[in-house]
């Protein structure tokens, strides 16, 4: 199973909205609403900011959303703040019944 | 509060074997399916594995790169979850967390474990 597309890096200026796209196959992505994204700050654990394409956990900023189109999910965050300056992974269920992750994305905040 | 607490990483010499331990907190843990990732340094997230409670059968599936060689289990009576890893290789040399699943995504997780494979 192949990992999930991911560009390497986006970058934004506080207050200013990103988005982070992340492709796969009508396998995986495009086949199930089991698309979730993680941040990791460094030298910490991942932790859960969208669950099912565009759900939010309890405690996670509305600044975070989801969504998915064919086999290309999306993540944005809007009003960008320092904080959010971190990795950002995807994941979704395959059709092999596994897991796959996207490569990760390095968000800078300028 | 939820706490994954993992344990029982280390230096391995490639074709040993070692095995982690999850001690979950927080939560109703014999109801939980659960979950490896694992991080290789500097690199990505990768899915290795994971159980399902054992009112759902307690089945368990594996990353391609890990089948036959590594092995889930849990102990609900202790509330933790176990990963057998054998006949380890370089390319295991990574940091190990264990989460809980829910529907499709990975609800918490714990702070890690590192494991080095080298001789």
């Known amino acids: 199973q192949s990992a999930l597309t991911q560009p390497a890096s986006v970058s934004g200026s506080p207050g200013q909205s990103i988005t982070i796209s992340c492709t796969g196959t009508?396998?995986?992505?495009?086949?199930?609403?089991?698309v979730s994204w993680y941040q990791q700050h460094p030298g910490k654990a991942p932790k859960l900011i969208i669950s099912d394409v565009s759900n939010r956990p309890s405690g996670v900023s509305n600044r975070f959303s989801g969504s998915k189109s064919g086999n290309t999910a999306s993540l944005t965050i809007s009003g960008l703040q320092a904080e959010d300056e971190a990795d950002y992974y995807c994941?979704?269920?395959?059709?092999?019944?596994?897991?796959?992750f996207g490569g990760g994305t390095k968000l800078t905040v300028l | 509060e939820v706490q994954l607490v993992e344990s029982g990483g280390g230096l391995v010499k490639p074709g040993g074997s070692l095995r982690l331990s999850c001690a979950a907190s927080g939560f109703t843990f014999s109801n939980a399916w659960m979950t490896w990732v694992r991080q290789a340094p500097g690199k990505g997230l990768e899915w290795v594995g994971r159980i399902k409670s054992k009112t759902d059968g307690g089945t368990t599936d594996y990353a391609a790169p890990v089948k036959g060689r590594f092995t889930i289990s849990r102990d609900d009576s202790k509330n933790t979850l176990y990963l057998q890893m054998n006949s380890l290789k370089t390319e295991d040399t990574a940091v190990y967390y264990c989460?809980?699943?829910?529907?499709?995504?990975?609800?918490?997780w714990g702070q890690g474990t590192l494991v080095t494979v080298s001789s």
């Open positions: 009508s396998s995986d992505v495009g086949g199930y609403n089991y």
């Open positions: 994941s979704s269920y395959t059709s092999s019944i596994t897991w796959v």
């Open positions: 989460t809980t699943q829910r529907s499709g995504s990975f609800e918490y």
